[in-house]
């Protein structure tokens, strides 16, 4: 079985510790832009220098954001207002079909610098995915091929020079950790994933099926077999694996957890599912490991973790996952790519940094 490379990256030089990276967020308005804001006025080598919004230009990011209120001056700013030679990185958090365009405008316009793309709208080589699986045609189906798949846990290091990169979405954050080491040890075999996940994953536009009453005190499956993120999973663990997706809305707002249930081969031990799991992710900070147990959501949400679990039982095996839609399935997953990509340590403004202590 392969093990993942070693994730942790280098020290910064000095010359990025003494000056601040110039980072700006498009679309900034959603919950994603909300978290992605709270993690950058608080990074260590970033500086969040501008964050759009047409709704909100000329407005303070608490408008949107009322958290924030108290915590920055900056004001929300239309795209065309960017000055993109002085950033070195953008963050989209556009919805669905506008990541691309805002994509292509950036490099129309000259930008040269980091992408990292929150939507669906480069995760896939096939411009033949999006019509079937996100219901619109992709408007720049010639910049596939440049974007990189963005699983840390699963890609990096990234090859040096990337600097397009598409975020894995929350479902398929979770599905993908908790199925990637079991593609070779149990391969052609059918693994059956329910997960549930909170109101937040649909955005801040309210919906029927979101709508508080419909989903208080209720538990509803959904595009069941037919995800839209099923196919990306499917992409990260190859054809090992065939994979039974049922999505299920959770009664709370923030957070996604789920299980994976197969039948084991003969001779298949606790011990073995251990050494899988360890050899695939003993060296990722992101992800915490539950062996014998699976986790609970609340420990998962309001932090940058994917939690992972299992239980074996008479040649049964159970994992469990857990992970703030938000964070790991999001902005914290976004800002661990953005430290890899500029050669910072990928727990930078993720993880507290103990202070140094005098001799």
Excluded at 2 to 10: D, G, M, N, T, Y
Excluded at 298 to 305: G, K, M, N, Q
Excluded at 308 to 316: D, E, I, M, N, S
């Amino acid at each position: 079985m392969e093990v993942v490379s070693q994730l942790l990256q280098p020290e910064p030089s000095e010359g990025l510790m003494s000056t601040p990276l110039r980072i700006a967020i498009l679309h900034g308005a959603g919950y994603v832009g909300g978290e992605l804001i709270r993690l950058l006025l608080t990074h260590p080598y970033c500086t969040l220098t501008a964050v759009t919004s047409r709704t909100f230009a000329g407005q303070p990011l608490w408008r949107a954001h009322p958290t924030l209120r108290g915590q920055t001056d900056l004001t929300f700013v239309e795209e065309a207002a960017l000055t993109l030679s002085e950033l070195d990185a953008v963050l989209i958090a556009a919805e669905h079909g506008q990541g691309a365009r805002t994509v292509q405008r950036l490099l129309e316009n000259g930008y040269q610098g980091l992408i990292i793309d929150l939507s669906a709208d480069f995760r896939f080589r096939d411009a033949a995915r999006y019509p079937e699986w996100f219901g619109f045609d992709h408007p720049a189906p010639e910049l596939l091929g440049r974007f990189v798949y963005g699983l840390p846990e699963v890609y990096a290091p990234y090859a040096p020079g990337t600097r397009l990169l598409a975020n894995p979405g929350c479902f398929a954050t979770g599905l993908a950790l908790a199925l990637w080491p079991l593609r070779h040890p149990l391969r052609e075999r059918t693994v059956a994933v329910t997960a549930l996940t909170g109101a937040s994953g649909s955005g801040t536009r309210p919906k029927a099926t979101t709508h508080f009453p419909e989903r208080d005190g209720n538990v509803r499956a959904y595009k069941v077999l037919t995800h839209q993120h099923l196919p990306e999973v499917q992409q990260v663990v190859g054809p090992y694996l065939h994979i039974a997706f049922v999505p299920v809305s959770g009664p709370w707002t923030r957070g996604i957890w789920g299980t994976v249930h197969v039948t084991l081969p003969a001779g298949i031990t606790t011990r073995d599912v251990s050494e899988w799991y360890e050899a695939a992710y003993g060296e990722a900070p992101f992800v915490r490991l539950w062996p014998d147990q699976l986790p609970e959501l609340r420990y998962a949400v309001h932090t940058p973790f994917c939690d992972l679990g299992w239980v074996v039982r008479h040649h049964h095996l159970v994992v469990g996952f857990a992970l703030d839609n938000l964070l790991k399935g999001a902005a914290s997953q976004a800002i661990q790519n953005l430290n890899l990509l500029l050669g910072l340590p990928q727990t930078a403004g993720l993880l507290p940094t103990p202070a140094a202590v005098d001799a």
